[in-house]
């Protein structure tokens, strides 16, 4: 600031604080000393520069040359709130309001005071004060109505705010205030008018749409929410929490490009904020971005090491590319943290089994059937260990014995339905399992193949093409359901169908182990 400025500045505040200081208890005093002038000028100069403990020293030194000074009171009680000591600060005010009962200010302040301890009905009392005083002062009507609502008094609030409307039926805030009050009170459509009237009269309040926001969330219209939220972000760019909340309501109408713009840009403003990472993993994984999830995951667990859901999901999801090792790492990380836990050990267990670790795999199973022995998924799981050790007899005693702990387990249901078909075996028993599979999850592509292989199995081609053909549709990208359809084909003597369904399968042939071969074969010999 030029000094010249500063000067002329320091001198008005000088006559400032000489006026205003001049009346205490009714009293007009002119015997101020330079001292006194001295002090509060430094004072004004440190708080200025938010030099607090600064600022306090000489305002304390200016009162005592008149300690009766309510004015000088309400300043260094205002200082106090700048500097958090609230105790201090309600102290002072109630000494400045004890010596001038009637002095507005420091009424004011200390009924702030009291409302940011909860103290809502000493709050309420000096504003009912104030309003008597000055019956024409909107502000006290919003401020009482606050704490009329704060102490869940709404209908008072609600009337307060009345007042407040009719004095003055263009008041912003008035508006505003009584647009919140009924989001309070869950009346969402009288919010969403009164929250109107309000950016019509201020188009920039950026809260007001906020909260209209929130009102046609609760009132289930997630365009209009999307609306509001978008205009407040015009306006407040930086508002972290509405871009979550809009992001989800992106989310909610299929809008994932829009989301995950939104988080990326709340992520890059504050990249310490763990909840946006954990939304943007979320959406990674819901859309089979697993890499993605990676990257936002590591960075929570950078900050919660020990954040054991965090690190369950990034186990889970480096199983599913193929990191096995560093799977390992993370489950080892939470065996530690959750020792005996099922809910870590069975995918533990099933990360073994994709590494193709059979051994560690039954070991972490059984490790469960210790703690929990009645626990059907630990025996399903251990029937895939025994399947895949060709261990056949204890993988159709341990799937049986799933179907015996809970006979709705749609994955044993399936399973054994399908092991008995493969082999030829209880084809009518394997096709009642495999129904009763299909009620329980009538959109699963796998169970419908395993349907239409029984039929297969039982020669009910025409059956079994309906059903494998529907699995296609679900799952068209697997290997072994177009197997099954160009196997179907072939019996229906559709050699054609059966050849592009087979070269189809080929694609994808990586994903089953011996696949591929078993294809070229079965090509092979329809073309001899």
């Given at each position: ?26 009293v ?42 309510v ?43 009291y ?13 009912e ?44 805030m008035?508006r505003y ?70 992001s989800?309501?992106y ?103 994709q ?6 795999a ?57 092991s ?78 059966a ?20 294809i ?9």
């Amino acid at each position: 600031m030029n000094l010249k400025i500063k000067k002329y500045i320091l001198l008005i505040l000088i006559a400032l604080f000489a006026e205003s200081c001049s009346v205490s208890k009714g009293v007009v005093k002119s015997d101020y000393s330079k001292e006194s002038n001295y002090h509060y000028i430094l004072a004004v100069e440190a708080e200025y520069s938010q030099n607090w403990n600064e600022a306090l020293k000489h305002l304390e030194l200016t009162l005592k040359e008149d300690p009766d000074s309510v004015y000088l009171m309400t300043e260094i009680s205002e200082l106090y709130m700048k500097m958090n000591r609230i105790d201090d600060a309600v102290r002072t005010s109630e000494e400045a309001v004890r010596r001038s009962p009637d002095y507005e200010p420091a009424l004011s302040i200390l009924a702030y005071l009291y409302s940011s301890q909860r103290k809502f009905q000493k709050a309420i009392s000096i504003y009912e004060k104030l309003i008597k005083t000055n019956p024409d002062k909107i502000q006290n009507y919003i401020h009482l109505a606050y704490q009329y609502s704060m102490n869940n008094e709404f209908n008072k609030a609600l009337a307060s705010l009345k007042k407040a409307i009719a004095l003055d039926p263009e008041n912003v805030m008035a508006r505003y205030s009584m647009g919140r009050l009924y989001v309070e009170t869950k009346e969402y459509n009288k919010a969403v008018e009164e929250l109107q009237k309000t950016v019509e009269l201020n188009p920039s309040f950026w809260d007001a749409y906020n909260l209209m926001g929130l009102a046609y969330e609760s009132l289930g219209d997630a365009d209009k929410a999307i609306s509001s939220y978008e205009e407040s972000i015009k306006m407040n760019f930086h508002n972290a929490e509405i871009k979550k909340r809009l992001s989800v309501l992106y989310l909610k109408k299929e809008k994932i490009n829009e989301a995950v713009g939104l988080l990326n840009e709340t992520s890059k403003a504050d990249p310490g904020d763990l909840e946006v990472h954990g939304m943007l993993a979320k959406i990674y994984v819901d859309n089979r971005l697993y890499e993605e999830a990676e990257r936002e995951l590591n960075v929570i667990i950078s900050a919660q090491p020990k954040n054991a859901t965090v690190l369950l999901t990034l186990g889970k999801i480096l199983a599913f590319l193929q990191k096995y090792d560093e799977a390992v790492k993370q489950f080892e990380k939470l065996e530690e943290l959750l020792p005996e836990n099922p809910d870590v050990l069975i995918p533990f267990g099933q990360l073994y089994l994709q590494k193709k670790d059979y051994d560690r795999a039954e070991e972490k199973f059984r490790q469960v059937l210790t703690l929990h022995p009645e626990n059907d998924e630990v025996f399903f799981n251990l029937a895939v260990v025994y399947e895949k050790t060709q261990r056949f007899s204890e993988m159709f005693s341990c799937l049986k014995k799933t179907l015996d702990i809970n006979p709705d387990n749609v994955q044993a249901l399936n399973y054994l339905g399908y092991s008995y078909a493969e082999r030829g075996l209880n084809l009518d028993e394997a096709l009642g399992l495999i129904q009763k599979a299909v009620k329980l999850d009538p959109e699963s592509g796998y169970i419908r193949d395993s349907l239409g292989w029984v039929y297969f199995k039982k020669g009910m081609y025409t059956e079994a093409l309906i059903e494998i053909k529907k699995a296609a549709e679900t799952d068209g990208n697997d290997p072994v359901i177009l197997e099954h359809l160009g196997d179907v084909y072939l019996k229906l003597d559709n050699k054609d169908a059966a050849q592009e369904a087979w070269k189809k399968s080929l694609e994808f042939s990586e994903k089953e182990e011996g696949l591929k071969e078993r294809i070229e074969k079965k090509i092979k010999d329809l073309k001899q």
